[in-house]
């Protein structure tokens, strides 16, 4: 049974960090590229960054540049997202996706097309 399960998120305040991890079973995860996705209350979901699957390859989208860093260890199937000076509009449900392509993670916004979707952590930047 393929599974993702997202952990590490919490209330932080502005400036703070939170490191996320997302641990993967069912599937072997060198296969797949990873991602990092979001979605804030009302908003449409976003992506975050990406990561290949060998952990070569990075792509940070413009809200997560400079602060976020994105890392895999394929050994113990567990994807991270460290997200350093929050701020009040990092304030998401964050989520970790796989998907065999490349493209599917850094082209398309949204993830619509990720193959595995963890069920998400609440992240909340507030004072």
């Known amino acids: 049974q393929v599974q993702l399960v997202e952990s590490g998120g919490g209330l932080v305040q502005p400036g703070g960090s939170l490191r996320l991890s997302c641990a993967a079973s069912?599937?072997?995860?060198?296969?797949?590229?990873m991602g990092w996705f979001r979605q804030a209350p009302g908003k449409e979901r976003e992506g975050v960054s990406c990561i290949g699957n060998f952990g070569i390859a990075t792509l940070y989208k413009p809200a997560a540049k400079g602060r976020f860093t994105i890392s895999r260890d394929n050994v113990k199937n567990t994807v991270y997202l460290q997200m350093n000076s929050l701020k009040p509009e990092d304030t998401a449900v964050y989520y970790c996706?796989?998907?065999?392509?490349?493209?599917?993670?850094?082209?398309?916004?949204?993830?619509?097309?990720?193959?595995?979707w963890g069920k998400g952590t609440l992240v909340t930047v507030s004072s």
């Open positions: 996706a796989a998907s065999r392509a490349w493209a599917q993670c850094v082209a398309n916004g949204t993830g619509n097309g990720m193959d595995y």
């Open positions: 069912g599937f072997r995860l060198k296969d797949f590229h």
